[in-house]
């Protein structure tokens, strides 16, 4: 379904999406979706957040390679998946999350963030504290005094920082109290084969902010081990050249929470794999299958690791699972045939087990391979990289902030082959 969309320059036909709609069919999850399809008058660009699509429609001639080539330089993909993740990312900061139900709530609102975020087409306003001054929030009292006197959210006058050469932040700000926390998170891409080898494993990190400072700080961020990170992106208020020359993050922040800055660590360096799972799975055995997995913790400097979900998605011959677990609780779809143990915290002192027989379709072919394990985990106080922030110094302001840090590692797609 298509329940919202939102048109500039010119009307863009709903049937466009019939070609989304075709390749939506052909793949068998949402991340295996393309990013970007061409359509003979359109390149359709979408991203899958919050069990939605948001798709952009950027136009093209399609009559010659010369042309289509130039719009593309004109319009990178990137650019665009990009503005679309700050959609989402405005969508969450004003209304707390971004679902279908909330947005079609808020239509209004929506409608009025998006005709300030793209002006005739072009990415305008969109840092969060802005929008926030040219759009205000929603909350019960706003929404009931607008309904009596029929006001809308949008403000009469322009955000002061728009007019200033610090775009990003609103003049004026003060707090009774100065706080500045950072989250340094760190997500681990990784493929195990069967005897526990890494084949391959990299880090994608990011780091979050949430700024509450008085007046105009300027602030210096530094790292003990920057020569760590491989590929870096920036928001927009980071100085780059001091960057280049000193590897030291300096910028006057925006007010409120963002990400400061993304980065990745490549597979040529050496990533700790802080989980293993001992696994035995056969389905040739009489009457049967037969499953056995145990999860340990390793190389996570004593940390506690959380929220343990171990996923498998079995072949098709499977119809049900008969288990014991010592530890969380399992599932199993029969219609997906996907089975879900969620562990929780792993005991170092008793280890989380999972064991027990796979009841199979009779006269079903033998299973030519085993299912992979897709893992997901989160380990608090830990950078698994070895990441570690320095200091923290401010200027232009003359009272002392609270700082604080905080570092967390998770799991992106990381998957055990069996």
């Known amino acids: 379904d298509i329940f919202m969309e939102k048109h500039w320059k010119s009307v863009v036909s709903r049937s466009v999406c019939d070609y989304f709609f075709d390749q939506q069919r052909k793949v068998g999850s949402p991340e295996d979706m393309p990013p970007v399809i061409a359509t003979p008058h359109h390149y359709l660009i979408s991203i899958h957040r919050c069990s939605m699509f948001f798709v952009a429609a950027c136009m093209t001639e399609g009559r010659s390679m010369l042309v289509i080539s130039f719009l593309y330089f004109l319009v990178p993909p990137l650019f665009v998946i990009e503005f679309l993740h700050r959609v989402v990312d405005t969508f969450e900061d004003y209304f707390s999350e971004c679902t279908e139900s909330i947005i079609k709530e808020h239509y209004v609102v929506v409608y009025e963030l998006l005709d300030e975020m793209l002006d005739n087409g072009f990415p305008l306003a969109t840092e969060s504290n802005i929008l926030k001054e040219l759009i205000k929030p929603p909350n019960i009292l706003r929404t009931i005094a607008n309904t009596v006197t029929g006001k809308s959210n949008v403000s009469a006058t322009l955000p002061s920082g728009q007019l200033s050469n610090v775009p990003w932040r609103r003049t004026g700000v003060k707090y009774t109290n100065n706080e500045a926390y950072f989250d340094v998170v760190e ?3 990784a493929i195990i084969d069967k005897a526990g080898s890494t084949v391959f494993a990299e880090i994608q990190g990011y780091i979050d902010c949430c700024i509450k400072l008085s007046g105009m700080p300027d602030l210096t961020l530094s790292f003990m081990n ?32 963002f990400r400061l800055m993304s980065y990745h660590i490549g597979s040529q360096n050496i990533v700790a794999i802080p989980i293993y799972i001992r696994h035995n799975i056969s389905f040739r055995e ?33 119809l049900n699972c008969s288990l014991v677990q010592n530890q969380g609780k399992y599932s199993f779809d029969p219609v997906s045939k996907v089975l879900m143990w969620d562990v929780g915290r792993i005991d170092t002192s008793k280890l989380p087990n999972l064991r027990g027989t796979i009841n199979l379709q009779s006269g079903a072919a033998a299973v030519e ?12 106080q830990l950078a698994v990289s070895g990441l570690k922030v320095n200091r923290l110094d401010m200027y232009g302001e003359k009272y002392k902030p609270f700082k604080g840090v905080k570092y967390i590692t998770k799991a992106g797609r990381f998957q055990i082959r069996m």
Do not use: Y
Request: hydrophobic share 35%.
């Open 187 to 189: 997500e681990v891409d």
């Open 369 to 380: 391979s085993n299912p992979a394990i897709n893992v997901r985990f989160t380990i608090s």
């Open 286 to 318: 009489a009457g049967g299958g037969r499953l056995d997995l145990t999860v340990g913790p390793k190389q996570t400097i004593g940390r506690t690791v959380e929220s343990v979900v171990i996923e498998i998605p079995m072949p098709k011959s499977v």
């Open 226 to 257: 920057p020569r760590l990170f491989d590929d870096v992106s920036f928001h927009p208020c980071a100085r780059f050249k001091r960057w280049e020359s000193e590897r030291i993050l300096s910028f006057i922040p925006p007010d409120g929470n």
